[in-house]
């Protein structure tokens, strides 16, 4: 069973829709979780991190988390032809002092 | 600096020969980790320093592969005897260790032909 699991998409939305992009983990007892965007060619950059169960905003983004059902979310609102990227699930490890276990990501296409 | 720095950006070797890559912490950051996105395979943890120890190396894919770090600050990746298949960008990110939040610099793109 692979540690981090995304839908590798890619997912299309119109510009100005919402794109919801999700994530499922098989550690229980992970408590970090972060969302990535990769533009192709670049490095990874981080846009979201959540800890607690629930919902987290920042600015057009919300970060759900579900730690009963290993589930993470990423809502991204309004969404602009610029957020056309990769977005990379990742899960703490908590064996190795907050290494990352990263999904494969998913593509994301906003088309105007 | 500002943010991760790593060099050198790209480099092309010839199977069997030696590389090393290097990691600029941003200033401060106590944490450090080495990953490599091979294509199609997503981000994979190679090892972890806090300070100038290693913690955790499983990741290291074989003997070929080591790294260590210096004064708490750059951290150098070799890889001995490249081989095709250590084809990949090679990343390095930092956290302050007061939160977990990590921090990628630009990665350096290895090729081996």
């Known amino acids: 069973q692979k540690e981090v699991e995304q839908n590798s998409g890619p997912l299309s939305v119109p510009e100005g829709a919402i794109a919801s992009l999700n994530c499922t983990y098989s550690d229980r007892g992970s408590q970090s979780f972060f969302w990535y965007r990769q533009y192709s060619g670049k490095s990874p950059e981080l846009i979201m991190f959540?800890?607690?169960?629930g919902d987290k905003e920042d600015g057009r983004f919300t970060a759900q988390l579900n730690k009963a059902s290993q589930y993470v979310s990423l809502l991204i609102r309004d969404s602009q032809p610029s957020d056309s990227a990769t977005y990379l699930c990742a899960v703490n490890r908590r064996d190795s002092g907050y290494a990352l276990n990263f999904g494969k990501g998913t593509s994301l296409l906003v088309t105007p | 600096g500002a943010g991760v720095s790593q060099s050198p950006s790209n480099k092309v070797t010839e199977k069997g020969k030696d590389v090393e890559l290097r990691c600029d912490p941003i200033s401060g950051h106590t944490a450090l980790y080495w990953y490599r996105q091979s294509l199609g395979q997503g981000l994979e943890f190679l090892i972890y320093f806090q300070g100038n120890s290693a913690p955790d190396k499983s990741g290291l894919p074989s003997d070929r592969f080591s790294a260590e770090r210096t004064g708490g600050s750059v951290s150098t990746l070799t890889i001995q005897r490249t081989q095709q298949e250590d084809s990949a960008v090679y990343l390095c990110a930092t956290t302050s260790g007061g939160g977990d939040e990590q921090y990628f610099g630009p990665g350096t793109r290895l090729t081996v032909t």
């Open positions: 959540i800890y607690s169960n």
